[in-house]
């Protein structure tokens, strides 16, 4: 059975603090995603990775970054958390055109 | 641009009514259409991958059809526990990038 797994499902940070962000797979995958999650605006990818220590910005990248220097962990840091990234946050992983797979989410507040 | 629009935002059945979810879409050489359900607080479950068009996929109460520029989610005789958002997605030709759609929130009553 496919797995990911996030480090978090909830987590409470303040103005300021860095983040950190992590996701597991176990299925071998070449590709892992990570996306916000917010009402009304759906999925909307913050980077990818395609490869180990490779990386590609996805359409709202600016305040986040992610290392990938294991196949199977992708993370994602807020290098300084704002209250406008409180979201629901969710990884993702495939193979090629295949599909994905998400992990169970990680809602993080940022007061 | 790539774009994924569904529709309804949100639908009401009662149990055992059957109805139909759109997903329409523009991209440049469709690789691959996704359909997921997902269930408050929790991740995207992954229920069918669709390639070309005319090509149908089947799971219990749920069918998948893909034609050039739209996909649809049949609910056959839907029950109660069918409520969630389900979403729809695309990959095209060139990028490894997934794009979404909002997604249709779909209440089953009993």
């Known amino acids: 059975d496919v797995k990911v797994t996030q480090s978090s499902r909830y987590l409470v940070k303040r103005t300021g603090e860095k983040v950190f962000l992590e996701c597991v797979q176990d299925m071998d995958h070449e590709n892992m995603f990570w996306y916000r999650q917010d009402p009304g605006l759906g999925l909307r990818l913050i980077y990818f990775s395609y490869d180990v220590k490779m990386k590609e910005k996805g359409d709202i990248p600016e305040g986040y970054s992610v290392s990938r220097e294991k196949k199977e962990r992708f993370s994602l840091i807020l290098e300084s958390a704002s209250t406008n990234q409180t979201s629901m946050y969710l990884c993702?992983?495939?193979?090629?055109?295949?599909?994905?797979?998400f992990g169970p989410g990680t809602r993080l507040t940022v007061t | 641009e790539d774009q994924v629009t569904q529709s309804p935002e949100a639908l009401r059945l009662q149990e055992g009514e059957s109805s139909s979810l759109n997903c329409s879409y523009t991209?440049?050489?469709?690789?691959?259409l996704f359909w997921y359900r997902q269930d408050p607080g929790k991740g995207p479950e992954f229920l069918f991958t669709l390639y070309s068009a005319g090509e149908e996929k089947e799971k219990e109460r749920l069918k998948a059809t893909l034609t050039k520029k739209e996909s649809f989610l049949h609910i056959t005789a839907p029950k109660p526990e069918d409520s969630a958002t389900y979403l729809c997605a695309v990959q095209g030709g060139g990028t490894y990038k997934y794009i979404f759609g909002t997604g249709t929130r779909l209440k089953v009553l009993a």
């Open positions: 993702a992983s495939s193979n090629g055109v295949w599909e994905q797979y």
């Open positions: 991209v440049s050489g469709l690789r691959g």
